[in-house]
């Protein structure tokens, strides 16, 4: 009896409590705007947040990648520094709903899309969630083999007794397992608190990547490594090649450009993350110059482009300095990944059931199936057209932050009705719940660009020149799909939707703690009142 009633539905159900806008079981407490005593992260937080996760392995990689595609360091160094100064606007842009609405992406974005049609973005972002947390754990697990390799050499020798079918070997499968179970306990901590580690990857992190660049400029004097590199593509060729590795730039934080204000909405105030415009581009461009400088060096050492660092590590003789720089690789991963991934899809999870799942219960689902149904290493080892997709997903990223973006700013101009964005049938319903104007703007966007996302996947199919427009897929649809919903809005307005003046969470709480206080009887007040005389007179006793 007791195992059937472990099995019930009602027995996973959420506890309601008194603060949920649930009213019709659409919500629970991590989806709520967040309360005032949960709005904790400061100017501090949120610059330790990005610069902990300007260095993590996707920020290398990219930057190095740029060399191995033909680019000078010269010429791929502003390429950075325009595409992290163009999502750092973006970032403060969605950021600023959030810390202004408190509320998280999966329920502020019903206000643009729809109240049904959000559940779009939500699903598609879910998925792309559990597939780059099962990579970026398998990343994290090459760290762990690095950092067992320094510490015990012979790893490198253990025998293999996993076929050559299951593309890992018994050292990888093993090192997955630690690195899955070091990260698990971090899911457990709440978002609010959460602010903490990325404070002690934003101390530890730089101190590795300085070591580093000291170790390359050592080894390798700039005027013989990275000054002596020069661009291998020219003419029509070269515009195009800069113009996707900007794009990839944009790409790498297209998803955390959406989902910025799950961070956000905890923020003490609006002004808190005002600083991102200015952190974003130092860090990122600072961190993508050491890994420039860093792979310039070991090209000369190596004699190849080893854009990954995990195998410039893996050719260190010094074995306490590959465990070091290892862990901090690892550690780095981790925050990447609860942010970027655990905790988006968490937050996603809330609104696809919200009477079960909550953050925590989203992130160990997201740990479960990212981490071990979708098997990673089979991904990377066999689908080279499947991560193409996943990568050339920034075509739907693109759309999403545009119509964000435009629908508070230059449609509504600040101005929602909070409350309604939990109600199915309230004034963000627009035509059975989806937005048509978003609709057609996504179209508008998606069309165009789908064919080149087709030819990533297999080359074979050949599309000409559209595979240009692919090339800059998240610039293309930010822009487009901004001007068409804005036009859309414009010539055929959804007045229902418009309301005078924000209409925020808080105000509706003051509001039913007035009424609360109005419904009392006159003998509730009274006795409240000798309540308090009461402890006057104590006091003055006392006193």
Request: hydrophobic share 50%.
């Amino acid at each position: 009896m007791v195992l059937v009633d472990f099995f019930k539905p009602s027995k996973w159900a959420l506890d309601r409590e008194e603060t949920t806008f649930a009213s019709h079981g659409w919500s629970n407490k991590d989806m709520d705007p967040v309360p005032p005593r949960l709005r904790t992260w400061t100017t501090w937080n949120y610059i330790s947040y990005w610069v902990s996760d300007a260095t993590n392995l996707a920020v290398w990689e990219l930057a190095s990648s740029m060399l191995a595609i033909g680019l000078s360091w010269r010429q791929a160094m502003p390429c950075i520094a325009a595409a992290y100064a163009i999502i750092s606007v973006v970032m403060v842009l969605t950021g600023t709903i959030g810390a202004r609405l408190h509320v998280a992406f999966p329920v502020l974005n019903r206000s643009s899309f729809g109240f049904w049609f959000s559940y779009f973005t939500v699903f598609s972002r879910v998925l792309l969630s559990m597939f780059w947390f099962g990579i970026q754990t398998y990343n994290g697990s090459q760290c762990v083999y690095q950092m067992l390799k320094a510490i015990w050499p012979s790893i490198a020798k253990m025998p293999n007794h996993l076929p050559v079918s299951a593309n890992i070997t018994s050292s990888g499968l093993m090192c997955y397992f630690l690195y899955w179970l070091i990260q698990f306990p971090f899911l457990f901590v709440t978002p609010h608190k959460i602010r903490w580690l990325f404070f002690a990857k934003g101390v530890l992190t730089p101190i590795a990547w300085l070591a580093m660049i000291i170790w390359a400029f050592v080894k390798v004097p700039a005027s013989q490594g990275l000054f002596s590199q020069h661009a291998t593509i020219e003419g029509n060729y070269f515009s195009w090649a800069w113009l996707s590795a900007m794009n990839s730039a944009l790409g790498i934080y297209a998803s955390l450009s959406v989902n910025i204000p799950d961070f956000t909405r905890y923020a003490k105030n609006e002004r808190a993350q005002y600083i991102q415009p200015f952190i974003i581009p130092i860090a990122f461009t600072l961190c993508s110059f050491v890994g420039i400088a860093v792979t310039s060096a070991g090209i000369q050492l190596y004699g190849e482009v080893l854009w990954d660092p995990l195998l410039l590590i893996d050719r260190w003789d010094n074995r306490a300095a590959a465990f070091f720089a290892s862990f901090v690789f690892a550690l780095t991963t981790i925050g990447t990944n609860i942010s970027a991934n655990s905790l988006g899809a968490g937050n996603d999870m809330t609104v696809l059931c919200p009477k079960y799942i909550d953050i925590r219960r989203g992130q160990i689902l997201c740990a479960i199936i990212g981490g071990w149904a979708l098997c990673p290493w089979e991904i990377l080892a066999n689908a080279t057209g499947f991560l193409s997709f996943m990568d050339g997903y920034t075509i739907f990223l693109g759309p999403f932050a545009g119509i964000m973006v435009t629908d508070f700013y230059l449609v509504h101009k600040g101005c929602v009705d909070v409350p309604a964005m939990y109600d199915p049938s309230g004034r963000y319903r627009y035509a059975g719940g989806f937005n048509w104007r978003a609709v057609l703007a996504m179209i508008v966007t998606v069309g165009p660009t789908f064919p080149g996302l087709i030819n990533s996947i297999d080359p074979a199919i050949k599309i000409g020149y559209a595979t240009r427009l692919f090339d800059i897929a998240w610039m293309y649809g930010f822009v487009v799909a901004s001007l068409v919903y804005y036009g859309a809005s414009y010539l055929f307005p959804a007045r229902d939707t418009y309301v005078d003046g924000l209409i925020s969470a808080d105000d509706v709480m003051s509001i039913d703690k007035q009424c609360e206080k109005d419904r009392k009887s006159p003998t509730e007040t009274m006795q409240s009142e000798d309540k308090k005389s009461i402890n006057v007179e104590t006091t003055e006793v006392q006193v």
